[in-house]
């Protein structure tokens, strides 16, 4: 039988988690877009400001066993059993007699039951403050009095993860905690030599305390645990331990509690960062109350209610519309904000990169228009003069932008973005604001993107197509080490570029530039249906510099990509001989796997050829033919375009975290039901159906992309909104509710006889 381990709560966007210990952490993201942390059903997770490469400021164990330790814990003890227990099951793993975690946007809170006790825990960090909020309300549901002690945990890092991996021995005595009785909270004093950063940290509590730890030993125990800290074993009290000379930090505040049958109390513990000692005091200060905790925790679900608000979407498909009316959006909303930093699969070293973070922001201009330009404005500042990418850059911390592995195509999203930008406000004035280059010099965003084409368009090679160097948006072509290999998906997505930068440049009245844009798109489309490309059935994927190909009925493996074949479609250049559509029959036939499109087939089994050792990822995951479903996403518009409703439908829904996982079993998929992962592994591997990476992945952005703009067909332009939907016949009627500069429209779609018709008001 399929373990269960939660459902959706629709009416409060919410998943719950009812069984506490799924395959992985199921986590939900916190934060305010400064400071910020992840949390799991368990309270297991990390906190950080900025970036957490070297702002992290709690721990977090990514290959230790148990997985998912620290995190953000409230103990309970009763004072008169000695028993102790989470609201969040884990650490100490004491059944409880009832659970639910339950995530929404912003806010994870726990709601549990032991002995007549109710818990109900509330994380969050609201929008305008830099605290992290544990909200506690606990209720006496029994027949006896009960005499409680509530013990909040925090463990502390260094500030700079690397260099607590390094330097932990010369570092660890550089700062001190100590609890101030005066403001009643504990101060965490960081002055780590050369350290790019030493906030001020309080840690406080709305009650009078019983008693605290700053030492992790003083409350764990030298050969102690978070599943069983000493200081919480019968007949032991918390020390009210400081940490003067440095250690093993943590914050720990005990409150007791007294509670006849029927009673219940609210409290709170803070956690809050400032630059100076006098701003943090003013947060503590304002947090003292559990009022002020449950005001912040009110503020962080009005903030999402009003970003995820703007679309309504009903299909009559309650699996669809829950994904495009909260959970898509929300998982846009945190890609955006922290790339492929940090999750529990992301160790939080890497940077923005540059072709990730301008995909990601391209939905998010739908939605938050504000956030998404303030992303293409960090973007525009790392790249080249000359008009190259990069590779990754760091806004927020001290590292210099990386320019390798060097990626072919970072400059040719840019417009996708920005022309949807503009098209969403309507405000073309865009297109003149300065930015400066990653040298101080600086030009128009017009110019940054043009000059981004022509840079890719400059460095083509023998046969006219674009040079991949290290890669193009596929990572592991990197694997045949070929940099004047030429890119068949790269060439694609010029043409396109170049269709969406024809339609800017005519506006910006830039002839010059209009006839580059068409002498590019001609050039490119003629070469992409030559011989050299088009291979009978399908577009190839490589021409290698030694006159081999990829993506050939001729190969061995690696006959047929996805990605040429959807690109083929999305940038005209299949229009010739309707071979897009042929194509796209090629994929169905050869890619689909009922659960999502392959991004190649056969896999590699050795590199160049498959008696060859093997090389990179193993048959059936990753970009080595598993389910990418950033892939995905393209097939899906693409089939729109070609009308192909039904197959859009099918490969929209086929993919979807709750199908899939309801498919295969959560067991066995594994990851979190209400987001995407990077990809699922293939059907050659007996580990079919797996999910990789969760959360940070550039599938939701163009799944959002591919059912509003492309299935729903409701797609802003810059002449203002184009209605041109695909539905497939399981949908009949559909309605969309949608704010466009500043007018909502209620949007009717209905199918019959295999034709889309609408009504707008
Ligand atoms: C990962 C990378 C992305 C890349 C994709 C395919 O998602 O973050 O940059 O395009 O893999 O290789």
């Known amino acids: 039988m399929k373990a269960n381990y939660g459902h959706f709560d629709d009416a409060a966007t919410a998943y719950v988690i009812t069984n506490p210990q799924p395959p992985r952490p199921w986590i939900n993201y916190l934060g305010n877009r400064r400071l910020r942390a992840f949390v799991s059903q368990n309270a297991g997770g990390l906190l950080w400001h900025m970036e957490p490469y070297s702002r992290r400021i709690t721990r977090y164990h990514y290959t230790a066993a148990p997985g998912d330790r620290p995190g953000f814990y409230l103990y309970v003890r009763d004072r008169r059993t000695g028993a102790v227990w989470n609201p ?243 998982n846009c909303m945190v890609a955006l904000d922290l790339a492929r930093t940090i999750s529990t699969d992301h160790m939080g070293t890497d940077g923005l990169r540059y072709r990730d973070t301008t995909q990601d922001a391209m939905a998010v201009a739908n939605m938050d228009p504000a956030f998404a330009l303030q992303r293409m404005r960090q973007v525009f500042a790392s790249q080249t003069p000359d008009g190259g990418g990069c590779f990754a850059f760091f806004p927020d911390d001290p590292r210099p932008i990386r320019d390798t592995p060097r990626r072919c195509d970072n400059t040719v999203w840019q417009i996708y973005t920005i022309h949807n930008l503009i098209a969403e406000t309507g405000d073309l004035r865009l297109l003149e604001e300065m930015i400066p280059y990653r040298d101080n010099s600086s030009g128009t965003v017009y110019e940054h993107i043009m000059k981004g084409l022509v840079y890719i368009y400059e460095r083509r090679g023998p046969n006219g197509l674009p040079t991949l160097y290290h890669a193009d948006w596929n990572d592991s072509l990197a694997l045949f080490g070929d940099e004047h290999a030429e890119s068949v998906m790269l060439g694609m997505q010029m043409v396109y570029s170049c269709k969406l930068f024809l339609d800017v440049a005519r506006r910006c009245n830039h002839p010059a530039d209009v006839a580059w844009c068409e002498r590019v798109i001609a050039e490119l489309t003629a070469i992409l249906n030559s011989d050299k490309v088009w291979d009978g059935r399908w577009y190839r994927r490589l021409l290698f510099s030694n006159g081999k190909v990829l993506g050939s009925a001729a190969n061995r493996q690696g006959r047929i990509y996805l990605n040429p074949q959807s690109w083929s479609v999305l940038s005209g250049v299949g229009d010739f001989e309707n071979r897009g559509q042929m194509a796209m029959d090629a994929a169905a036939e050869m890619l689909d796997s009922d659960c999502g499109l392959r991004i190649l087939m056969p896999p590699f089994k050795g590199i160049p050829e498959p008696e060859d050792p093997p090389l990179g990822s193993n048959p059936g995951i990753g970009e080595n033919g598993g389910i990418f479903s950033h892939a995905n996403t393209w097939a899906i518009m693409a089939e729109c375009l070609l009308g192909n409703g039904n197959r859009a439908w099918k490969y929209f829904r086929q993919i979807l975290p709750e199908v899939v996982s309801d498919r295969f079993g959560a067991d066995h998929y594994e990851r979190e039901p209400y987001v995407f992962v990077s990809s699922i592994i293939g059907p050659v591997s007996n580990r079919f159906g797996e999910g990789g990476i969760s959360w940070l992945t550039g599938t939701a952005n163009w799944m959002h992309i591919a059912m509003l703009q492309y299935i729903l067909g409701i797609r802003p332009t810059l002449d203002g909104l184009q209605i041109k939907p695909c539905l497939p016949d399981a949908v009949p009627a559909a309605t969309v509710k949608r704010t466009y500069r500043g007018k909502t429209y209620c949007i009717n779609l209905r199918r019959q006889d295999g034709k889309t018709t609408y009504t707008c008001q």
């Open 88 to 330: 969040h099951f884990a650490p100490t793993c004491t059944a409880l007699d009832a659970f639910e975690c339950r995530h929404r946007p912003g806010v994870t809170e726990f709601i549990a039951r032991k002995d007549g006790v109710e818990v109900c825990l509330t994380l969050g960090i609201p929008p305008e403050d830099d605290v992290l909020l544990w909200q506690v309300r606990v209720r006496n549901t029994g027949l006896v009095p009960a005499d409680l002690q509530l013990v909040n945990f925090l463990e502390f890092g260094l500030l700079e993860f690397m260099r607590e991996a390094l330097g932990w021995c010369y570092l660890k005595n550089q700062f001190e905690l100590r609890y101030d009785p005066e403001l009643g909270a504990i101060r965490y004093n960081y002055h780590v030599f050369e350290a790019p950063f030493s906030p001020a940290m309080l840690i406080g509590c709305s009650e009078k305390i019983s008693g605290w730890e700053c030492s992790r030993e003083a409350f764990i125990g030298k050969a102690g645990s978070y599943e069983s800290p000493c200081a919480l074993r019968a007949g032991a009290e918390l020390s009210n331990s400081d940490l003067p000379l440095g250690g093993h930090a943590c914050a720990v505040q005990g409150v007791n509690l007294h509670l006849e049958p029927g009673a219940e109390k609210s409290l709170g513990f803070t956690f809050a960062l400032a630059d100076k000692w006098p701003q943090a005091e003013e947060l503590i200060r304002k947090y003292q109350s559990a009022a002020a905790v449950a005001a912040g925790i009110t503020a962080i679900d009005a903030f999402w209610t009003a970003r995820l608000k703007p679309t309504v979407v009903d299909t009559g498909d309650a699996q669809v519309d829950r994904m495009v009316n909260t959970w898509i959006p929300y």
